[in-house]
């Protein structure tokens, strides 16, 4: 059974875990001596050449480094607009629910502050927008930023403590289903962006048992926690 919010388990545990968001070239220039001149030596002719050296070529000649993708440390608070810019940025790797992260209105650190968090097993979008105060991320891998219209190849089905895939790209659109699910521990969420708001929750559910969602190519995101591998299946 879907809902509309995420579950009120989920939030708590939320809570719980705040403390954890001009080439040169070669000029060759000959002299001729002149010869038979009226006045001029009557000694044997003179000639001479000189080449002048190639000119030095300006600037380095190493080849130019290779621009690097704009990340954020995988531990600290930043501020927005001043120590890491609006966008959405990517983490993975993240093993045992121990990367935590936090958008924040302000840097009171009152629980009421918070915009979105979440404790990540896996990988992890989040946007940080221009309102944003503050991004807090603790014990995560390095955030990437990446462009939120990429487009890729995606595999065909996601492990069921995955975390975030983004549809189209890491995930193809489809039915998928997962067995072996025990006590509520299964979550998935089909989201329509990385904001992580209630608002942006288009249905999830916690499952025991088996566990059957089908992800539309008009969603942006799916998130899975705790559920046995994925299969798609139509």
């Given at each position: 059974m879907s809902h509309t919010t995420a579950p009120q388990q989920q939030?708590?545990?939320?809570?719980?875990?705040?403390?954890?968001?001009?080439?040169g070239a070669i000029v060759a220039l000959v002299v001729i001596g002149a010869t038979g001149c009226e006045g001029?030596?009557?000694?044997?002719?003179k000639s001479s050449a000189k080449q002048e050296q190639p000119a030095k070529?300006?600037?380095d000649s190493k080849a130019p480094a290779e621009k690097k993708a704009v990340t954020i440390a995988g531990d600290g608070d930043f501020e927005v607009g001043s120590d890491v810019k609006p966008g959405l940025y990517r983490t993975s790797g993240n093993e045992d629910a121990m990367c935590y992260w936090e958008r924040a209105k302000d840097s009171s650190g009152d629980t009421d502050s918070i915009l979105a968090n979440d404790n990540v097993t896996g990988t992890s979008y989040v946007e940080v927008k221009a309102s944003d105060k503050l991004f807090k991320s603790s014990g995560c891998k390095e955030w990437e930023a990446v462009d939120k219209k990429a487009t890729g190849t995606p595999k065909a089905a996601p492990k069921g403590d995955g975390g975030m895939f983004k549809v189209g790209v890491d995930i193809a659109p489809g039915t998928y289903k997962s067995t072996g699910n025990t006590d509520d521990?299964?979550?998935?969420e089909r989201a329509k962006d990385a904001s992580h708001s209630t608002d942006s929750i288009l249905a999830n559910n916690n499952v025991s048992g088996t566990a059957i969602v089908k992800v539309s190519a008009s969603d942006a995101y799916f998130k899975t926690s705790g559920c046995g591998d994925w299969v798609k299946t139509g």
């Open positions: 939030r708590n545990w939320f809570a719980r875990h705040k403390t954890l968001t001009a080439t001029g030596d009557t000694s044997s002719p070529q300006g600037g521990g299964c979550y998935w």
